[in-house]
């Protein structure tokens, strides 16, 4: 197996229950709205982010704005 010394600290902090924030939730958020908003405006489809979005709108919304973004592994 291979991976980036990122993919693999991240891992062990998520399974270690830590989301102190790297790059907090809130403001993944709202570049992914930026860039679906700049797509739609294109006619360009953004099939991942239309995906992720309402995962991570609702994770936010459960009070998880301010953690990393990998807490999403938590939410369903």
């Known amino acids: 197996m291979t991976s980036s ?4 600290q991240k891992v062990r902090t ?3 229950g830590d989301f102190t ?3 907090a939730l809130k ?8 860039a679906a908003q700049a797509a ?8 991942l982010t239309s995906a992720l979005l309402p995962r991570w709108r609702d ?3 459960s009070g998880h ?7 999403v592994y938590l939410t369903a």
């Open 5 to 8: 010394p990122y993919a693999t």
């Open 27 to 34: 403001h993944a958020l709202k570049d992914a709205d930026l």
């Open 14 to 16: 998520m399974l270690a």
């Open 59 to 61: 994770a936010a919304a």
């Open 40 to 47: 739609q405006a294109s006619g360009a489809t953004l099939s």
């Open 65 to 71: 704005a301010d953690d990393d973004l990998a807490v």
């Open 21 to 23: 924030p790297a790059f």
